[in-house]
């Protein structure tokens, strides 16, 4: 039975940091994209960073870039997102989600199989 767990999650202050982990677990998902995605009430699920299989291809929302990176440790099955410089904005449940395909880099909500659970992440002003 394959299982997303994040932690990390919390209450911060704008500007400070927090580092979001991923562990899946109940296969290997080496060779499967991994992803963060969020979601705030009454919008739908957005994409926040995706990392491919190799760990050297990555996409990222373009509010995020250069504030946010993604990585990933195929020996461990985890995929962490590190958000410095954090905005109000950023507040929203954060999700990992893993593609259940093998090799193929996908960047959108739909397309990823096993979800974790959400982790509230609140950025105050």
């Known amino acids: 039975q394959v299982q997303v767990v994040e932690s990390g999650g919390g209450l911060v202050q704008a500007g400070d ?8 677990s109940g296969r290997s998902f080496s060779r499967h994209t991994m992803g963060w995605f969020r979601q ?5 699920r957005e994409l926040v960073a995706v990392i491919d299989w190799t760990g050297n291809k990555t996409d990222y929302q373009d509010s995020v870039k250069g504030r946010f990176t993604i990585s990933r440790d195929n020996a461990k099955n985890t995929c962490d997102l590190q958000m410095n410089s954090l905005k109000p904005e950023d507040t929203a449940v954060y999700y990992c989600a893993v593609d259940g395909t093998w090799y193929i880099f996908k960047n959108y909500a739909g397309s990823f199989d096993y979800w974790g659970q959400g982790i509230q992440v609140t950025v105050s002003s």
């Open 17 to 24: 940091s927090l580092r979001l982990s991923c562990a899946a």
């Open 40 to 44: 705030t009430p009454g919008k739908e």
